[in-house]
């Protein structure tokens, strides 16, 4: 059975669809998901709009719980916002999460609000504009990220680095392989379970250049359950990596794409 379809109702139910595809987006504010017995949220609510009534909007910055994750950039943040007109507020979260209970309904309605007015995209902006100009301020500051990568935007890369990885540095360890030369009793490594590695602490100033601080040799080999058989050649090993390193110009790490000086730890894989 064919069903005709007149032209002229085509666009009516395309502005339908639309419509109704725009209410859906508005049904997902914070205040038409209320549960009825969330007293709390709805008071919060009230709130919020009676401070917006009164020219009072609220940024709210959540700090976690126990673990209280400060903005490094709050006054530069704060200093931002209040050129709009805007206050800034740290809100920390729950320890416990209970069933239809919203958490942070002032601060959300605040910030449905905030977008209304400034759009999508403001404070994700001011947030980057603030932490550039806190970087711009501490430009001796050393950052230790250890094994947290998100310390930075990119980790310190050596050149011809095929990936961003703070450890691990292809670029580094394929020059390192073109120039080293093994002596011929040199144990290699033998088996899933033996390891040879040369472990590197160095810092990298904003401008690429790099200093090693510290080794040490990772190694086991599974065969004898030794760990120094190769020990003789070591300060041969880093008579080849150190140079290598500390004479090359490294891109620098980089938070929101200015370098900074940084503290690394990296690996150089042994054969």
Sequence with gaps: ?????????????????????CNDDIKKSVEDNVHATDTTCIKEIAQAKTDIKNNK???????????????????????LLKQCGIEYQDESSPCV??????????????Q???????????TDSLLYIA??????????????????????????MFPGDSTY???????LQKEFCKIINYPNDYRSKQGE??????????????????KVTDTQFVIWDSRTKEEDYNK????????????????????PAKIKNIGVKSKNDIFIYLK
Excluded at 5 to 21: C, E, G, T
Excluded at 69 to 79: F, H, I, N, W
Excluded at 135 to 141: A, E, F, G, L, V
Excluded at 232 to 251: G, M, N, R, V
Aim: charge should be neutral; glycine fraction near 4%; include cysteine.
């Design 1 to 21: 059975m064919k069903i005709k379809m007149n032209n002229k109702l085509i666009f009516p139910l395309i502005l339908f669809l639309a419509v109704a595809a």
């Design 57 to 79: 909007i609220i940024y709210c910055n959540y700090v976690g719980n126990i673990v209280w994750q400060a903005l490094r950039a709050e006054k530069e943040m704060q200093s």
């Design 97 to 110: 999460i209970q069933d239809n209970m919203n958490y942070h309904c002032y601060c959300q309605f605040m």
């Design 112 to 122: 449905e609000k905030i977008k209304e007015k400034f759009g999508d995209k403001f």
């Design 131 to 156: 932490d550039s100009i806190w970087i711009m301020k501490n430009r001796d500051r050393v950052f230790d990220c250890g094994s947290n990568s998100s310390c930075w935007d990119k980790p310190a």
């Design 165 to 171: 990885d703070q450890t691990n540095h292809s670029g």
């Design 193 to 210: 379970n033996s390891m040879a590695m040369l472990q590197v602490y160095l810092d990298i100033d904003e401008t690429g250049k790099a």
């Design 232 to 251: 003789k050649y070591w300060d041969y090993i880093k008579s080849i990596a150190i140079p290598l390193i500390e004479q090359t110009t490294w891109t």
